[in-house]
């Protein structure tokens, strides 16, 4: 199943889409009355319990199916606002984790198993509340009242959750843009490309899209990229090491990320040699998968080491995590704190 749906993503991205995407039409357009009918009850409040939270909320999300950088551009996010004297908390969905389904408090010890694995990671890397939930106005709520300092809140994915009101959308996309343009299942879109309008900025984590660009002409749309920092050991993080220490070594890469190519890229700039293992994003590991040939070393993002750091039999192998961190310009930091400037207590 893995498989056929990795495959079915590289034709929605393919420079030149197959002809039998065009056999999901009737879906797609099945597909497309849903969303229209969805999004038109909700913008005419026709639907009960949507939610206006007393702080702003800023939703960092993206249009396609699959990773595209949210997680880190939710970090630079709240980096840049704690340090112009915001208080932020992190609200998740928690994907695929086992206790979602009610609010929950993440912390960096907390099981990705149980949590999700980004909102771990964020747990990990931010140092701020983070809170998980199906519902996520309800997550929300929860963790204003267990965080009453907190006066912003950063909803990851948080796109077509419209029980929570918003006062600014970010919509991220990676190198691979909007695919072919179309919706699910003939396309890689949750939502029309028109969806656009309604947001407040772009973020380009490589190369901008035409097709977008040309969707959304007046969304002031900005460049990031990762930046990738010294490999640490993940039986001992204190252990660190560069690009330079594993030239000429048999190596093992995996990610099961949204577009593990990405993470297999950076690898290859930094002139790095490997073999590639492509996992489905959030993927739960286990020992097994990564029992590779000797010599057994395995290079792997952060997202999955928050996983793999709690494997049980451990993994023989030598594992090695590559941490990355999102820049942006100083121009999307001003535009961010100006949005949210009339919503600042005095």
């Given at each position: 199943m893995a498989k056929a749906m990795a495959w079915l993503q590289g034709c929605w991205y393919a420079r030149r889409p197959p002809f039998f995407l065009w056999l999901f039409a009737p879906l797609m357009l099945l597909f497309a009355a849903i969303v229209g009918l969805r999004r038109f009850l909700y913008r005419r409040?026709?639907?009960?319990?949507?939610?206006?939270?007393?702080?702003?909320?800023?939703v960092v999300g993206n249009l396609t199916v699959g990773g595209a950088g949210?997680?880190?551009?939710?970090?630079?996010?709240?980096?840049?606002?704690?340090?112009?004297?915001?208080?932020?908390g992190?609200?998740?969905?928690?994907?695929?984790?086992?206790?979602?389904?009610?609010?929950?408090?993440?912390f960096p010890d907390s099981t990705p198993l149980a949590a999700?694995?980004?909102?771990?990671?964020?747990?990990?890397?931010?140092?701020?509340?983070?809170?998980?939930?199906?519902?996520?106005?309800?997550?929300?709520?929860?963790?204003?009242?267990a965080h009453p300092r907190t006066d912003v809140l950063l909803l990851d994915d948080g796109l077509q959750h419209y029980r929570l009101k918003r006062d600014v959308e970010i919509v991220v996309f990676d190198g691979r843009g909007a695919g072919n343009?179309?919706?699910?299942?003939?396309?890689?879109?949750r939502e029309p490309l028109g969806r656009l309008g309604e947001a407040q900025a772009l973020v380009?984590?490589?190369?901008?899209?035409?097709?977008?660009?040309?969707?959304?002409?007046?969304?002031?749309?900005?460049?990031?990229?990762?930046e990738p920092a010294s490999f640490y050991a993940l039986q001992d993080p204190r252990r660190?090491?560069?690009?330079?220490?594993?030239?000429?070594?048999?190596?093992?890469?995996?990610?099961?990320?949204?577009?593990?190519?990405?993470?297999?890229r950076t690898l290859e700039e930094l002139g790095l040699c490997f073999a590639r293992h492509p996992f489905p994003d959030h993927h739960h590991f286990t020992a097994a998968e990564l029992d590779f040939p000797a010599p057994?070393?395995?290079?792997m993002t952060e997202k999955d080491a928050v996983k793999c750091a709690r494997l049980t039999p451990y993994p023989t192998a030598e594992i090695w995590v590559l941490p990355v961190t999102a820049r942006l310009p100083d121009e999307f930091a001003h535009y961010l704190l100006e949005s949210l400037n009339g919503y600042k207590a005095a």
């Open positions: 409040g026709l639907v009960p319990g949507v939610l206006r939270l007393p702080v702003p909320v800023v949210k997680t880190p551009l939710v970090l630079w996010i709240a980096q840049t606002l704690r340090a112009a004297g915001w208080h932020p992190i609200v998740s969905r928690g994907h695929l984790g086992r206790e979602n389904h009610v609010p929950q408090a993440v999700g694995d980004e909102p771990v990671l964020l747990a990990v890397r931010s140092g701020l509340p983070v809170w998980i939930g199906r519902n996520r106005a309800a997550a929300a709520r929860a963790l204003l009242s343009g179309l919706l699910l299942p003939a396309g890689p879109l380009f984590n490589g190369a901008p899209d035409a097709r977008v660009l040309r969707a959304a002409p007046v969304l002031p749309d900005f460049a990031m990229r990762l660190r090491a560069t690009a330079a220490d594993f030239q000429g070594r048999a190596l093992h890469a995996v990610a099961g990320i949204g577009n593990p190519e990405r993470f297999f057994k070393i395995v290079l």
